[in-house]
């Protein structure tokens, strides 16, 4: 193994010393603009309004109301039916209405609970 001359070892030693606060400065730099960049992506997120959610309770009253209507408009179709069939007159839809009643009068008490 060769010995490095005295001269070549102290330029390498003065070449190192010179080189590390250089890279020091330049990851420095880098975490500067890395940091900069981070920055600049959380204020950009913090400015997106996000559209507030449906309001579910709102949109569960509102079914609810239409539900209610179409019971009542049910209920008013079925009073004239029964009226009819105490004339004699058997009124087609009579049967699949009351159904429908009955489906709709649980579906609305499911939901008040």
Known sequence: MKEVPMPARL????????????LAQQQSSI?????????????RTSQVITAPGPDLKAARTQALCQDAGQLSALSQSVQYDLRQLQK??????????????????KKVRREMQ
Not at 11 to 22: C, G, K, N
Not at 88 to 105: A, F
């Open 11 to 22: 330029a390498l030693s003065l070449l190192v010393i010179l080189a590390v606060p250089a």
């Open 31 to 43: 975490q500067n603009r890395i940091s900069q960049h981070v920055d600049a992506l959380e204020q």
């Open 88 to 105: 004699g007159l058997l009124v087609k839809d009579l049967n699949d209405n009351l159904k429908k009643m009955e489906k709709l009068s």
